[in-house]
């Protein structure tokens, strides 16, 4: 009964009142203090770092209290060497002060691999057995042999290339391929609307080459789709292997397949001759 008198008292109550305050003044001194030192509320946006020297981002970076660390690097001879071509949290994201950013940057010297033998391989496998190396394919010469499409020759820079020597990743191979002791012919691809580079693959693949190239206003190696090419695509349109295929690029924005095909079309009724 005397406690439970006690719990009911002004002075218990007096105690508890006290104790409670005490207890919201430390939780508001607590919070405070792990606002200030966590900067509780306040973030960085993350700016885009691409094409900056890492010099500079790393300047940058200091300014802003972020660290800049570089995890890997890529050669790329159509990049500035140094250069960030690659970040992580992308640009826009908002981090903490002390946020580490992981960059890859433009390696300042090329990667070397070794040259494989391609030497009585077919086309096809030459050309996998060169990207797997990060390689590429040159140019391609055809001459009478009876193996159609083996490799016969590698070379390099216009020099016959051995197998194992050292050179640099993303070279281009030229390669000698047998042509077949028959007059051997292939259809021309329809490459309209493709990418410079997937217009690239589908001509080695159907072993032919890249021509000349024509970029109209706005097309660039890197924003190039074909608009255009020479011979044109028909169900009768046959050449040579290794024959060179001219092609017009526009930037995508200004391609339409369907406008592609329906010129493509007028061109060949133009060539036809009228009875």
């Keep these: 009964m005397n406690f439970l008198r006690f719990l009911f008292s002004k002075a218990f109550l007096k105690q508890l009142l006290i104790l409670a305050g005490v207890i919201i003044v430390l939780l508001v001194i607590i919070n405070f203090w792990l606002k200030s030192f966590t900067n509780h509320g306040e973030y960085i946006t993350v700016p885009d770092f691409s094409g900056l020297l890492y010099s500079e981002v790393e300047d940058y970076a200091d300014e802003r209290d972020l660290e800049a660390v570089i995890i890997d690097s890529i050669y790329d001879n159509t990049k500035t060497k140094g250069s960030v071509i690659s970040q992580d949290p992308l640009p826009g994201a908002l981090v903490k002060d002390g946020r580490k950013i992981y960059l890859t940057i433009v390696s300042l010297s090329p990667e070397m691999v070794k040259m494989p033998n391609l030497i009585d391989l077919t086309l096809r496998q030459a050309i996998s057995t060169l990207e797997i190396y990060g390689l590429r394919v040159g140019k391609l010469t055809y001459v009478p042999h009876i193996a159609v499409n083996a490799v016969l020759k590698q070379e390099y820079r216009g020099v016959e290339i051995q197998p194992g020597k050292t050179i640099e990743k993303g070279s281009r191979i030229n390669l000698t391929l047998g042509q077949g002791l028959r007059d051997e012919k292939i259809q ?71 406008m592609l095909q329906q010129n493509l079309q007028q061109e060949i009724n133009s060539q036809t001759p009228q009875e």
């Design 188 to 258: 021309v691809p329809f490459l309209l609307g493709m990418s410079r580079e997937e217009a690239i693959m589908a001509l080695h693949s159907a072993s032919l080459n890249l021509g000349a190239e024509v970029y109209q206003e706005g097309a660039s190696a890197g924003k190039a789709f074909v608009s255009k090419q020479a011979p044109l695509f028909s169900e009768n349109a046959y050449v040579n292997l290794g024959t060179a295929i001219d092609l017009w690029y526009k930037p995508k924005a200004e391609t339409d397949l369907k």
